[in-house]
């Protein structure tokens, strides 16, 4: 089973799309902010990571520069409610940048592209 | 008392407030904006990140070296995330009254040398030059297969400029219609050419600043570099080349030398009597040749390519942005003899 790291601030939003991509058959392990999932990132084994960009502490983008610095294999989508981070370079570091929505269907079909490279 | 000075090509009004003027030193930060010696975590922009961009489109490489690998000296790559979908121009409808067209262009990042921690001011004047090489090849490249009708160059240095990454970079988006303030220009250097100078009056004001020398900061045997008699900003400057010429696309090799060097003395001095500020560099130059000859026949004769820098040294407010009216706390002959004390040292 195909394990994903969810970095959302939102907890009802986080325990929603836990849900949706559990019953898509991945395995999603949670965390709140950029710390926590950078610990989570070194424990090691995800085949993915999603990542809001506006949260508490250090923000998603700067979560993906030390992912990179660490590892540089893991995909990553970046999944903001904000369009106007595209302007900043960093989030080339992502794979994928899509823009929150209430429907996961683009969400869904970037993760099967991206875990079937 | 403060001097209202217009510009002669837009009509746009500036406030000189020569009373209450600042003395350059005022400007020079108490730290350098943007420290550098350390390379982030991560760059996308670095060597051995290749496969973190979109295919290159173009690059400078050595012999042996595969495209996406490291042993380029310049890359050029589409944005991976752009705000306009790359393709050719779309034609324009119609919701009412109202006019839209799908948002359609094209945006590359020029990546200016693998070099993390360098300064555009800081490289050798061959690789300048051949990044300028890339620009006018770029530009032609779009405007002949895309059809564009005008190619932005552009380049943001700094946080306070929009530059998200120290990494050297410009910027190129390719739009499917001329912008505004390239139209003002053209409608104005036109206006000024059949009812007034009967020449091209860039070429007459090039004549005219290098004579009284006051707002010239530097020139060689091809480009100038002056501070403008308007200058909306403090220490911003204007590169001419000073071969008549509307076309950008049409430099020529030897050119791009001597464009090099006047861009290094540019940003040089910007950088080391300024201590390396923040800074919007746009180039301007006449649009799509299909679409000048038919929309501006004569453009060639009257119009005549440049690039503005602009150093962010003062915040544009309200009063700017509601009137288009702006207050420069320094006058550009103060700014220009400032500028010209030294030579830059990275030349």
Redesign the interface.
């Known amino acids: 089973m195909k394990k994903i790291l969810l970095v959302e601030d939102d907890k009802s939003l986080s325990l929603l799309y836990q849900e949706e991509l559990t019953g898509e058959g991945y395995e999603v392990v949670l965390a709140a902010d950029a710390e926590s999932a950078l610990e989570l990132v070194r424990s090691g084994g995800f085949d993915l990571i999603i990542t809001d960009i506006r949260m508490p502490g250090k923000d998603g983008i700067e979560l ?3 992912i ?2 660490m590892r ?1 294999d893991i995909p990553i989508i970046i999944n903001t409610a904000y ?1 106007s981070y ?8 992502a794979d994928a ?1 899509l823009i929150k929505s209430s429907s996961l269907d683009e969400l869904k079909t970037k993760i099967r592209e991206l875990l079937a490279d | 008392m403060p001097e209202l000075r217009k510009d002669i090509l837009t009509g746009r009004w500036v406030i000189i407030s020569t009373e209450r003027s600042k003395r350059p030193d005022d400007f020079r930060p108490a730290e350098i904006s943007e420290p550098k010696k350390e390379s ?3 760059c ?2 670095c060597p051995g ?1 290749e ?3 979109p295919p290159e489109v173009y690059a400078v490489r050595e012999d042996n070296s595969r495209p996406d690998q490291p042993g380029w000296t310049i890359r050029v790559v589409p944005n ?4 306009l979908q790359p393709g050719s121009p779309p034609p324009k409808k119609a919701r009412g009254s109202y006019q839209w067209m799908e948002g359609v262009g094209v945006h590359e ?1 020029i990546i200016e040398t693998p070099d993390h921690n360098q300064e555009m001011s800081g490289l050798p004047l061959d690789n300048l030059a051949r990044i300028i090489r890339v620009f006018r090849e770029r530009t032609i490249n779009i405007e002949e297969v895309y059809h564009h009708q005008y190619v932005q160059i552009f380049k943001n240095k700094g946080k306070e400029a ?1 530059a ?2 120290a990494h050297p ?1 410009s910027q190129l988006i390719a739009t499917p219609i001329v912008p505004k303030r390239i139209k003002e220009e053209i409608y104005g250097a036109e206006r000024l050419y059949r009812n007034q100078f009967r020449e091209c009056v860039f070429c007459r004001m090039l004549r005219e600043e290098q004579a009284a020398g006051e707002r010239l900061v530097y020139r060689n045997e091809k480009f100038a570099v002056l501070t403008p008699y308007a200058s909306r900003f403090p220490f911003e400057m204007a590169i001419f080349p000073l071969r008549h010429s509307a076309f950008f696309r049409a430099i020529n090799d030897e050119e791009t030398v001597f464009l090099a060097e006047a861009l290094k003395q540019a940003l040089g001095r910007l950088r080391f009597q300024l201590e390396d500020p923040a800074y919007n560099l746009v180039y301007h130059h006449a649009p799509n040749p299909q679409v000048s000859e038919k929309a501006w026949p004569g453009i060639d004769s009257y119009y005549h390519w440049h690039i503005e820098v602009m150093p962010i040294l003062t915040k544009v407010a309200g009063f700017e942005l509601g009137t288009g009216f702006y207050i420069n706390p320094v006058p550009p002959e103060v700014a220009a003899e400032y500028l010209r004390k030294n030579e830059s040292p990275s030349s």
Do not use: E
């Open positions: 993906i520069s030390s990179m610095g540089k369009q595209k302007g900043d370079f960093m989030t080339w570091a940048y | 982030p975590a991560f996308p922009f990140n496969s973190k961009t991976k995330f752009p705000a990042v929009g998200s990454l970079h």
